[in-house]
């Protein structure tokens, strides 16, 4: 075993010194011909990406085309909507909502209610509304940091895949396990996002750097019991003259992450469309969405 665990770091250190020496390599040619400062710094940036978002062997295809066109649009269009909606309630149209939930921002169009559960826009729109400064600054930080990152490598369209299939599944499972709660935030996506980052350095660990691996898996393990911590007072701890808010977004776009996040963001330099992989984890998802509208339909106490 020890002889094995040798081979393992003597082959890690190997490649981490390949790497160092292609980087030098491909600055120097950069300077030869003139590149500029903008350019290899950009190529440096690219290259952090794909080591904290890429397992070993798709790195240098995604050097190869590595471009910001297009920009990070999806996260940072979503994060900017979702700070004006918290502006909007608490400057414009103040509910006293900056520590916790007040029961005035319970009449948004936005947030999704149990009552209105006919107006099938909220099982979306909640994520656009938040309980208080808490809340939004932990959601924005989380998707930003990550978020931004992922779409570089995976582009838009994939990243939005993954963001809004976790949180249609936070408000549909918030509707069958926690009926007659509230819900807001972008909890379901946010932490859809991190459920697919989380599995991928899981399976290629000793590809994305072992040690940073392990920081990386022990930060995302803390995020989720603080704001897990968060959510739980929201729902268990509110004051008697508030309104508990449901928690179980969190679960749901978790488990959307590991699956149909995990899928998309493990299929960088494939098709996704013909990976198996996807199909199965759309099936599954399409079939809990499908028993979730049913509950909602014939089954729900909320009606």
Same mark, same amino acid.
């Given at each position: ?16 010194? !390949? ?11 950069? !300077? ?10 950009? &190529?440096?940036?690219? &290259? ?12 240098? $295809?995604? *050097? ?35 520590? $916790?939930?007040? $029961? ?12 209105? +559960?006919?107006?099938?826009? &909220? ?40 963001? *809004? @299939?976790?949180?249609? @599944? ?10 007659? !709660? ?33 920081? !990386? ?13 968060? @959510?739980?007072? +929201? +729902? ?11 928690? @179980? ?13 995990? $899928? ?7 098709? *996704? ?25 014939? *089954?729900?106490?909320?009606?």
């Amino acid at each position: 075993m020890a002889a094995v665990h040798d081979l393992e770091m003597e082959s890690m250190n190997l490649n981490m010194g !390949r790497e160092m020496k292609e980087e030098l390599e491909e600055e120097e040619k950069m !300077r030869e011909n003139g590149g500029g400062k903008d350019r290899a710094k950009s &190529r440096k940036v690219h &290259r952090i990406v794909s080591k904290w978002m890429l397992p070993e062997k798709a790195r240098g $295809t995604y *050097l190869e085309r590595a471009n910001c066109f297009p920009p990070p649009v999806f996260i940072i269009s979503i994060s900017l909507a979702e700070l004006a909606v918290f502006i909007y309630y608490a400057v414009w149209k103040p509910q006293k909502q900056w520590i $916790t939930l007040d $029961t005035g921002i319970l009449e948004s169009p936005f947030i999704y209610s149990p009552e209105k +559960r006919e107006e099938a826009w &909220r099982f979306i729109s909640y994520m656009l509304v938040h309980a208080g400064v808490q809340h939004i600054l932990g959601n924005l930080c989380m998707q930003l940091v990550l978020g931004i990152p992922l779409e570089m490598v995976h582009k838009g369209l994939r990243v939005g895949l993954v963001y *809004l @299939a976790g949180v249609i @599944a936070g408000s549909l499972a918030s509707s069958i396990f926690d009926p007659l !709660r509230y819900l807001v935030g972008a909890s379901g996506g946010v932490y859809a996002l991190m459920g697919g980052y989380f599995m991928n350095v899981l399976v290629n660990f000793q590809e994305m750097i072992p040690a940073f691996g392990i920081f !990386r898996l022990l930060v995302i393990i803390l995020i989720i019991v603080l704001d897990m911590g968060f @959510a739980l007072y +929201r +729902r268990f701890f509110v004051p008697e003259d508030g309104s508990p808010v449901s928690f @179980a977004a969190h679960v749901a776009g978790g488990f959307a992450g590991m699956s149909i996040g995990y $899928t998309v963001f493990s299929c960088f330099d494939k098709a *996704l469309l013909k990976d198996p992989r996807f199909w199965i984890a759309i099936a599954a998802y399409l079939a809990c969405v499908l028993f979730a509208v049913f509950f909602n339909i014939f *089954l729900s106490p909320a009606n």
